[in-house]
């Protein structure tokens, strides 16, 4: 399977807690986008990389996250003392870069489901 | 800023009649359109995308969306519904020149009856 692929598929844990996911993108695309879903709602914009860098962070993004891409391939997602209103499904995509600036097609992992009881 | 409205939370049809999800765009430059499907337990996968050759466009499984500019639409249509086509549908805009970042609708859910 060489789409993207994202572990664990879920994720129980108590408030306060930390916790970790990872994101391995298609191979060759240069391009890391981190997404978050609640229920009843579109994905909503958390993050991006391009290569190791992190270009761009959503307000969404509190002080309790952090996300890291080390090498430019996989990436890893840390959401630090948990609370209830981070239960959400963490959605990873990667694109493969534009040389014209224009938009290239995003594939989507599976997600991570986290439930923070 | 951009953005995008789904008009509507829920559709059902029955099968073999057509589907038409209705979606609106706010932007303030030319933006690429997008519809993504996902199927429960699934990722979310393109169903098609528009970005600023014809204004109709085809995907996959038989769908399609035209880009109307003068009324900020992007609806998409279907002929015929499968069983297969139940499942929350987004209609996504970006912007050029935003490395690829996409801004979701609030998702409509297609159910199809026998």
């Known amino acids: 399977d060489t789409g993207v692929s994202q572990d664990p598929r879920h994720k129980i844990t108590k408030r306060g807690q930390n916790v970790t996911f990872r994101c391995d993108p298609i191979?060759?695309?240069?391009?890391l986008y981190w997404y978050r879903q609640t229920l009843g709602q579109g994905p909503e914009f958390l993050t991006y990389?391009?290569?190791?860098?992190?270009?761009?962070k959503s307000r969404l993004l509190s002080d309790r996250f952090s996300a890291e891409r080390p090498k430019g391939s996989f990436s890893t997602l840390e959401i630090q003392r948990t609370e209830q209103g981070d239960s959400a499904m963490y959605l990873c995509?990667?694109?493969?870069?534009?040389?014209?600036?224009?938009?290239?097609?995003?594939?989507f992992g599976q997600g991570t489901r986290l439930t923070v009881v | 800023a951009q953005s995008v409205t789904q008009l509507d939370s829920h559709v059902s049809v029955s099968e073999g009649t057509p589907v038409l999800l209705r979606c609106n765009y706010s932007s303030s430059y030319s933006p690429s359109l997008f519809w993504y499907v996902q199927h429960p337990n699934k990722g979310l996968q393109l169903l098609l995308k528009?970005?600023?050759?014809?204004?109709l466009v085809k995907g996959i499984n038989g769908f399609e969306a035209e880009f109307k500019k003068s009324e900020t639409s992007f609806h998409l249509t279907k002929p015929s519904a499968h069983m297969s086509d139940a499942a929350e549908y987004f209609c996504v805009v970006s912007i050029a020149g935003t490395a690829s970042k996409l801004t979701f609708g609030t998702g409509t859910r297609l159910q199809v009856t026998l």
């Open positions: 990389f391009q290569n190791e860098a992190q270009l761009e």
């Open positions: 528009y970005t600023s050759a014809a204004t």
């Open positions: 191979s060759e695309h240069n391009r």
């Open positions: 995509a990667s694109s493969p870069h534009s040389f014209d600036g224009g938009n290239t097609e995003a594939f």
